[in-house]
């Protein structure tokens, strides 16, 4: 993480010698770069309009993102069961197909999934008025190797206690299209 004030200071700079180096170019008379640096400085001077209007005070590559590409909140219908499971109560959240989507990238030579982008999984927790995750978690079936914890994932360091995700397929008849997406989301309470 790195100060906004500190990037915006050295992308001022950069902006400067951008316009400079323009300056040079047709001082010089010399046309055929100045095409190049045009585009070089209409993108540093783009990254300083953003620096000006971002309201960010750390800047990292999740927050910047975050701000520039957000997750579309959506509403999602869903069903809430509340149990005990071994005297602990517990929460799922059931969702109607089509679910939230759930973006997910391969691990161990395509053998299992993991979920890097924890963006999309705290939305959905918003959404149920939930905390959201810090991190992403591999497939539990590539941790435990069981058949039965495919499709799996879960975060035992959880603030409610531990939350297992399910994923599964869904699809949406409206765009005729496929997609995989969270199906359940139980919270075991500690």
């Known amino acids: 993480m790195v100060a906004t004030e500190t990037v915006k200071t050295v992308v001022l700079v950069l902006f400067g010698l951008c316009i400079l180096w323009i300056i040079v170019i047709v001082v010089k008379n010399d046309m055929q770069t100045i095409v190049r640096a045009l585009l070089v400085t209409a993108v540093v001077g783009l990254a300083l ?3 000006n209007q971002t309201k960010l005070e750390k800047l990292s590559y999740s927050a910047v993102k975050n701000e520039l590409v957000p997750v579309k909140k959506r509403n999602y219908k869903f069903e809430m069961r509340e149990g005990h499971i071994a005297g602990n109560p517990t929460i799922t959240y059931i969702f109607e197909d089509p679910g939230p989507p759930l973006p997910q990238v391969m ?4 053998k299992y999934m993991a979920i890097k982008d924890v963006r999309w999984v705290n939305s959905v927790l918003e959404f149920l008025g939930l905390p ?3 991190e992403g978690v591999s497939e539990l079936a590539s941790i435990t190797h069981q058949a039965i914890d495919a499709d799996k994932y879960r ?3 959880y603030e409610k206690g531990v ?3 399910e994923r599964g397929i869904c699809r949406n008849m409206t765009a005729v299209q496929t997609f995989t997406c969270i199906v359940r989301i139980t919270i075991y309470s500690r």
């Open 49 to 51: 309009y953003f620096l």
């Open 107 to 110: 691990v161990n030579g395509g």
């Open 132 to 134: 959201p995750v810090k």
């Open 155 to 157: 975060w035992d360091n």
């Open 163 to 165: 939350l297992l995700l």
